[in-house]
């Protein structure tokens, strides 16, 4: 196959070439010599707004990415997902966390069986507990009415529903309050149920396998917490309910049949917000906004169906991501809302992003001779721009960016978001054009210093300038926006997928700590000292059996 040789190709060799061609372009020259730039290098789509002007890139730059787009035949490994195919070639499943947001009518059919009767099923069951508790209607074992949820998973069991939930705290029901608890440290657990009542507390346990250690750890430690202060097993009906694709295990803990909600094997568990994973986000905004949310990421699905690649967003976001990977070097990629209530984006897409593309594998098994995921990170603006963006304007690396923006906050006239949001774009023009060494001077006569203090503080306050970023506007952060937003993000891991001819959809590189957590455990309770392994990890144990019980 043609990406098997993805190095190789003359479009690699091509792009590879290009760069260094236009590396000496200056972004703040481009802008100077082409008034037309933000017009050519933005997209409008909906209530969406991606400016992708502030880039080291000319109009040769993206017509080489898109003709490497079509090299790695994306339209028919897009429509492979969207068909069900079993892409997830390692673990021999479809990928179909787009038919949880299907709202055209139409069948998904996995292995010849028309999947989207029994998605409606779990999302009608989803609606009835969400409605039964959001009204009071669900009463907790001694009568009271459910005052807090706790939701109870790790990674897509945890990340994607927290993130959701706070992004959209403008909808809340103000009497129910909605907890995550994901690390194994009992203070996760404790801190959070210490100012809970038990009467009125449900637990949600998330775990796609129900195996999860920490989850299973948590989940156990909560039932004893029940029962303690509720000296009744049968309370356990009423105080937690399980969201699994394994019921049996679920039925084994001693949760009731009737309150465990199901999903499939084709929801990877990064992509799981949209099943019944998402039950927190149903009950902390309820079953209306949740589906919003569905049909905000379904409108995103259609446009990364049907648009052509060159007004494709998701797909513009990752070839863009692929140039400065691949072609200019970058190894981290940063991502800034200018929104509080995004504050967990850049933790959610860590996982969707470096979990899926972190992979140094192609699908044949061969290993890759380029670049794949980066690492991705950030924290929301301002709060970012008095911590680290310091190395992003004068470090010596260049980290692409991705700006994010809501053009109206959640309150009318806030002058507080029009500082947010005149810091947002003043950000992404100061990366942009720098501040040359001409221009610094000037400001430093301009405050009256002599030349010699000018020679002395001229080169500290040069900025490189050229230092690409990503606006990505929106109107309001609302629950159809929000579902655009995640489902662009997830396009544009597939689309880098795609091209890197990497399985986006398994994680094996998880998989060898559980192993060895599972060895470690129970040497550190045993008597005798840890052997067996290498010196490191003897001495780290034993260290930890004697300290840790004295
Ligand atoms: O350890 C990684 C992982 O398998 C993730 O892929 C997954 O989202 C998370 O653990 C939780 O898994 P589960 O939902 O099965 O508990």
Redesign the pocket.
């Known amino acids: 196959m043609a990406l098997d040789q993805l190095a190789q190709s003359s479009i690699w060799k091509a792009l590879k070439k290009h760069q260094r061609d236009i590396s000496d372009l200056q972004m703040r020259n481009l802008f100077a010599e082409n008034p037309q730039r933000f017009d050519e290098f933005s997209l409008q789509w909906g209530d969406f707004l991606l400016d992708y002007s502030k880039n080291c890139i000319q109009s040769a730059t993206m017509t080489l990415l898109f003709e490497l787009a079509r090299h790695a035949e994306l339209d028919s490994c897009r429509d492979a997902m969207f068909h069900g195919e079993a892409i997830n070639s390692t673990e021999g499943r479809a990928v179909l966390h787009t038919a949880l947001r299907n709202q055209s009518g139409k069948p998904v059919v996995v292995d010849g069986k028309d999947v989207m009767p029994d998605v409606n099923h779990e999302l009608d069951k989803m609606r009835q507990i969400s409605d039964d508790i959001r009204s009071g209607r669900w009463l907790g074992h001694t009568g009271k009415r459910i005052s807090d949820v706790v939701n109870i998973?790790?990674?897509?069991?945890?990340?994607g529903p927290a993130m959701v939930t706070g992004a959209l705290k403008a909808y809340h029901q103000r009497d129910l309050n909605v907890h995550f608890v994901s690390n194994v440290d009992s203070a996760h657990l404790l801190d959070t149920v210490a100012s809970l009542d038990p009467e009125r507390v449900l637990f949600i346990i998330?775990?796609?396998?129900?195996?999860?250690q920490e989850?299973m750890a948590n989940a156990q430690s909560a039932r004893r917490w029940l029962l303690q202060h509720i000296n009744d097993t049968a309370a356990v009906a009423k105080h937690f309910v399980a969201v699994?694709t394994n019921a049996n295990a679920v039925l084994e803990f001693g949760i009731a049949r009737d309150n465990i909600l199901g999903f499939w094997d084709w929801v990877?568990?990064?992509y799981?917000l949209w099943s019944t994973?998402g039950l927190p986000i149903a009950l902390a905004i309820g079953i209306e906004n949740f589906e919003g949310l569905l049909r905000g990421a379904y409108q995103m699905d259609e446009h990364f169906r049907t648009a052509p690649l060159e007004q494709n967003m998701p797909v513009i976001l990752a070839l863009l991501g692929i140039w400065y990977r691949n072609f200019v070097g970058a190894s981290s990629y940063a991502v800034l809302p200018y929104s509080q209530r995004l504050n967990r984006l850049s933790a959610y897409l860590q996982?969707l992003d470096m979990?899926s593309n972190g992979k140094s594998t192609r699908k044949n098994g061969e290993p890759v001779d380029y670049d794949t995921g980066p690492i991705i990170w950030g924290e929301p603006g301002t709060n970012g721009q008095h911590a680290f963006y310091q190395l992003i304007h004068q470090g010596t690396e260049i980290i692409p960016c991705d700006f994010l923006i809501a053009a109206q906050g959640d309150q009318p006239n806030d002058e507080h978001h029009d500082i947010l949001t005149a810091n947002f774009i003043a950000q992404t023009e100061a990366l942009m054009r720098g501040k040359t060494e001409a221009e610094a001077r000037a400001e430093l006569l301009a405050a009256d210093m002599d030349v010699e203090q000018q020679d002395q503080l001229a080169p500290h306050k040069v900025f490189p300038g050229n230092r690409p970023s990503n606006s990505i506007l929106f109107r309001k952060l609302t629950p159809e926006t929000l579902g655009s937003l995640i489902a662009l993000y997830e396009h544009k891991v597939f689309v880098q997928g795609v091209i890197w001819n990497i399985n986006s959809f398994d994680?094996w590189g998880?998989e060898l700590g559980?192993q060895l957590a599972g060895v470690i455990l129970p040497k550190l309770k045993q008597a005798e000292p840890v052997t067996g392994h290498d010196a490191s990890t003897n001495g780290l144990a034993n260290w930890v059996r004697e300290m840790g019980s004295s």
């Open positions: 998973g790790i990674g897509g069991s945890d990340l998330v775990s796609k396998t129900f195996t999860t989850t699994s990877g568990g990064r799981s994973v996982q979990e994680q998880v559980k």
